[in-house]
């Protein structure tokens, strides 16, 4: 199989507060991108990082990779209530096209 | 900001019938691709399309799908003969690249919610 799995699978923090979420894959891979789900929504692109890079930074998110690891991780800082959203981490496969995708995390951000 | 478009949001259809599913992708975009997510699981890989012919397809992209550009700008998923377990949110995404391998990034539309009765 080439799913992976996202962790935790639910989040729930205060508003100010910084998110991590980690996602962990099980093939060698081109990129991987972190992408955000509003409930009932479309899937809304947020960060790519390749497998030659090891941190990557945009506004309030920071990803890191560990291709040796195979994870990688989402920070998101001073968290706001309208980061409450479902997260999915999503990775191109060495040789494919297509995204294979992790479980999700569902970020809850109280006010 | 350039976006992908899918219709209908949502559509009901009776077990058995066929359905078409529309998107238009970014204007320069090259390569299509359809995903799926059954409610509350992982969104799953369908199809990639490139220069008019399928360049991957996963398992569950059986007889019963298939995919066409009929124009220069839409993009459409076909079931022919639905089935219960087709219930899902269908997505259309597209990527600039020519050659899909670049580290570009795919950019979703806002999906088909399609229910089968």
């Known amino acids: ?111 | 900001e350039p976006e992908v478009t899918q219709t209908p949001s949502h559509q009901v259809t009776q077990m058995g019938q066929e359905v078409i599913l529309r998107c238009v992708p970014i204007s320069n975009h090259l390569y299509f691709y359809w995903y799926r997510q059954i409610l509350g699981q992982k969104v799953e890989f369908l199809v990639s399309f490139y220069n008019n012919e399928i360049s991957e397809k996963s398992e569950i992209f059986d007889d019963q799908f298939s995919v066409e550009r009929p124009d220069g700008s839409n993009f459409t998923l076909k079931i022919r003969s639905t089935k219960l377990e087709d219930s899902a949110m269908y997505f259309c995404a597209s990527t600039e690249d020519w050659t899909g391998y670049s580290n570009q990034p795919q950019h979703f539309g806002d999906g088909t919610r399609l229910s089968i009765l």
């Open chain 1, 1 to 111: 199989s080439q799913q992976g799995e996202e962790d935790p699978q639910a989040l729930s923090i205060q508003e100010g507060e910084n998110a991590t979420m980690n996602c962990s894959y099980k093939t060698s891979i081109n990129n991987l991108q972190w992408y955000r789900q509003n409930s009932g929504r479309g899937l809304v692109h947020l960060i790519l990082i390749r497998s030659n890079e090891r941190e990557k930074h945009s506004g309030r998110l920071r990803v890191t990779l560990d291709t040796s690891k195979k994870s990688s991780s989402l920070l998101i800082t001073a968290s706001r209530a309208a980061d409450t959203a479902s997260y999915f981490c999503a990775w191109r496969p060495t040789g494919r096209r297509a995204l294979t995708f992790g479980s999700g995390t569902r970020l809850q951000v109280q006010p």
